[in-house]
């Protein structure tokens, strides 16, 4: 069975630093891997998504995230935080076959000081 | 754009009271997903459909809840009767399931908060 860990629960960071948040997933095979952005009182929204080739995926608001199989990671990363990346985020895997479900991270929530 | 809807977004009901919660997903998505979240349990897949039928309702409380999808532009998740425990926000999703790829982006609406008193 698949699982995701995100280790930090809770990421504090300041307007204009970068950032990177961590994944580390569980499969037996190459998966595919997503980041989604849940915005306080709002569904989550689709950032990026990881199926194969590249290993370094550009999604939405100017993230990226990359892909290390002898890691088993697909960590989230932004060069330039602003205040409004303020939300909760989501690594979800999924089964490379004909099954659409996704596995959820716990998710980590990010807090950005002006 | 085209986005999925849910309704009604807020429910406060009684314990014992049925709540039927309503979901159109985005046109031309075959796939629909209901989620539950809680702060405790965070985001939990309670059962999902593909061309209306159910796949998989492996994470849904079988002696009170019940998902349908009547057609392809409504899905429902009803709960009967209805106790404090099931408060909670409830996500429907929609994706495109492409036939031998499986390419499933899921698009999520903005939820329905259910409180039960």
């Known amino acids: 069975a698949q699982s995701v860990t995100q280790p930090d629960i809770h990421i504090t960071v300041s307007e204009g630093a970068s950032l990177e948040l961590r994944c580390n997933y569980s499969y037996g095979a190459t998966p595919y891997l997503f980041w989604y952005v849940q915005s306080p009182g709002q569904g989550l929204q689709l950032l990026l998504k990881?199926?194969?080739?590249?290993?370094l995926v550009q999604g939405i608001k100017g993230f990226e995230a990359e892909f290390k199989r002898s890691q088993s990671s697909f960590n989230l990363r932004k060069p330039s935080v602003h205040w409004s990346d303020a939300a909760e985020y989501f690594c979800a895997v999924g089964p490379s076959g004909t099954a659409s479900k996704l596995t959820f991270g716990t998710g980590t929530r990010l807090q950005v000081t002006l | 754009d085209a986005r999925v809807t849910q309704t009604p977004r807020h429910k406060v009901t009684e314990m014992g009271q049925e709540v039927t919660m309503r979901c159109q997903p985005i046109?031309?998505?075959?796939?629909v997903f209901w989620y539950r979240q809680t702060m405790m349990q965070g985001l939990e897949l309670l059962a999902y459909f593909r061309n209306r039928a159910p796949l998989d309702d492996s994470g849904m409380p079988k002696d009170r809840f019940s998902a349908e999808m009547p057609d392809a532009t409504l899905a429902t998740l009803k709960i009967q009767p209805s106790e404090p425990r099931d408060s909670a926000v409830y996500f429907c999703?929609?994706?495109?399931?492409?036939?031998?790829?499986?390419?499933?982006?899921?698009?999520f609406g903005p939820g329905t908060r259910l409180t039960v008193t």
């Open positions: 999703a929609s994706g495109s399931g492409l036939a031998g790829l499986s390419i499933y982006e899921q698009y």
């Open positions: 990881y199926f194969s080739g590249d290993t």
């Open positions: 046109l031309g998505h075959n796939t």
